[in-house]
């Protein structure tokens, strides 16, 4: 499994699962590790996408990114993903209810 940094994970995230000439990513879980860091595994093309799943070194994945979602707003500032026409048109977040410009 491929485990990278937050910083990789944003990049890879603003660059639709882009980097380099590497393959695409298809999907990047945010989970914490058996030792109770914060860790980002990442699944390529062609491997299984759910290989993430909960374990006693894999705890609480989430998924943050996935190459098969449909249009989405990801909030900058709590990071919540929203589907919701209305807010991907006006970078609004509906969980925290910030317009994508406002100060942190």
Known sequence: MATIEH????????KD??????????RIVEYTN????????VTWQGENRD??????????????????WPAHY????CGAVSFNANDIAHDY???????KDDAP
Do not use: T
């Open 7 to 14: 910083d990789l994970a944003m990049e890879l995230i603003a």
């Open 17 to 26: 699962g882009y980097y380099l000439n590497d393959p695409r990513v298809q």
């Open 34 to 41: 058996g030792w109770g860091g914060k860790s980002y595994g």
């Open 51 to 68: 290989r993430y799943r909960e374990s006693e070194f894999v705890i609480k994945p989430r998924v943050i990114w996935d190459d098969q």
């Open 74 to 77: 990801r909030c900058p500032h």
């Open 93 to 99: 977040c509906g969980q925290c209810k910030q317009w």
